[in-house]
């Protein structure tokens, strides 16, 4: 029996991996653009696949550029049976069904940069759509993690999400700034590891339409936010001690990731590629 939702899942990932695609060239031509010592960066392209032929992927990562030390963007579609640990933390989570039909299906795109210039701020994105017999959702976000903040930056990059949650609903974006300073604070460390953004999950209005359409805007938002800032910041002069700052940023953000993230947590539990996974650490990092 063909399932209803098939036609959707491939039109969402294949949106997923155009979004990859556009970013990739975006990166890539940002770093041909900067000036600096040594030839522009570019991604390595890997295939990844998950556990008992469940799907893959495309991992794509930048090492040494001009304007990234180290970033990743990657695509994946992947699809199997939950485990026990993930099936609980599903039904806890209201998807109905759990105990009689335990399979699923997930795509999207996941994207974190670490950046050379300690003034240049990191960033994570990602939008996803994610599928079980019981249910299907979007959820996605992008937050902005400078190591130095600069009010200005901050407020583009937060008016260029607004703008993008304000054309499908007024409500969005308080409610989605809201969860992501409550996601992505470090409760440990009692501090969020970054200025924030949006993130949600579970968007299931009823309109699939209209959720795969704001989840598009939100990842059609992350280029505009982010580029300008990255290409202002990356030529900026900076000192040892702002490179000490930047490292010991990245350290809390290696802590939340590895500790906290649920997207970290559910691909190595449902036995994606641990490395496209673990993308997102930073290449070097400190700690007190």
């Keep these: 029996m063909t399932d209803p939702f098939d036609s959707r899942k491939a039109r969402a990932a294949e949106w997923f991996r155009t979004l990859r695609d556009l970013i990739v060239a975006a990166f890539e031509g940002l770093e041909d653009r900067v000036p600096g010592e040594g030839a522009a960066g570019r991604f390595e392209v890997t295939p990844t696949t998950r556990a008992d032929n469940g799907g893959g992927g495309i991992m794509s990562v930048m090492r040494g550029g001009r304007v990234f030390e ?20 599903m039904a806890a989570r209201g998807v109905p069904g759990m105990d009689r039909d335990p399979r699923f299906w997930a795509s999207g795109i996941s994207l974190v940069a670490h950046m050379q210039n300690p003034h240049a701020p990191a960033v994570h994105m990602n939008t996803r759509m994610f599928w079980t017999p019981g249910a299907a959702w979007f959820g996605g976000g992008s937050d902005l993690n400078p190591a130095i903040e600069y009010a200005e930056d901050t407020a583009h990059f937060h008016a260029t999400m607004q703008a993008a949650c304000d054309a499908h609903s007024p409500d969005y974006y308080a409610k989605f700034k809201a969860w992501a300073d409550e996601y992505f604070f470090v409760p440990h460390r009692g501090r969020a590891r970054g200025v924030g953004g949006i993130f949600y999950d579970d968007l299931d209005t009823g309109d699939w339409e209209a959720d ?17 800032l990255a290409e202002k910041r990356a030529t900026m002069p900076f000192t040892e001690a702002d490179r000490e700052t930047q490292l010991r940023h990245r350290g809390l953000y290696a802590e939340y990731n590895l500790v906290y993230d649920r997207g970290t947590k559910f691909g190595l539990e449902t036995g994606h590629d641990a490395n496209a996974v673990l993308m997102s650490l930073p290449p070097v990092a400190k700690w007190y």
């Design 70 to 89: 180290k970033v990743g963007v990657n695509w994946s579609e992947v699809h199997g049976i939950l485990g026990e640990k993930a099936q609980r933390a």
């Design 212 to 228: 795969f359409a704001f989840t598009r805007a939100v990842g059609e938002a992350f280029l505009p936010a982010f580029l300008p």
